[in-house]
């Protein structure tokens, strides 16, 4: 039951950061994939995943796109302790890359 009350906590987030989203008028260039939640495995063997998700995509491309940038900074990630020190300039590459001016 504590699983789906912090789930249900993590869902009324993503509803805020939507509401942020149409607050500021970006909707047209906010880029965002949300999947949280836990991955069990049962007693059979087989892999259940309880989540919520949010897709704020426009297109094949920006999910490529943002599954490139995942699958990129991941490997960094495991690679190197403080490779999320380079957040900022990976970020500034992939909207620079969808066509997004960060500034």
Do not use: C, W
């Not at 059979?44 to 490529?64: Q, R, V």
């Not at 599954?67 to 020190?85: G, H, K, R, S, V």
């Amino acid at each position: 039951m504590k699983d789906i009350a912090f789930l249900l906590e993590i869902q009324k987030l993503a509803v805020q950061m939507d509401n942020l989203v149409e607050e500021y008028d970006m909707r047209d260039r906010f880029v965002s994939v949300l999947v949280s939640g836990f991955i069990n495995e049962e007693e059979d063997g087989t892999i259940k995943m309880n989540a919520i998700y949010s897709y704020h995509i426009d297109s094949f491309m920006e999910l490529s796109e943002i599954l490139d940038f995942i699958d990129n900074t991941y490997e960094e990630e495991t690679d190197d302790p403080d490779a999320f020190q380079d957040f900022n300039e990976d970020m500034d590459n992939l909207l620079g890359d969808l066509g997004i001016d960060t500034e």
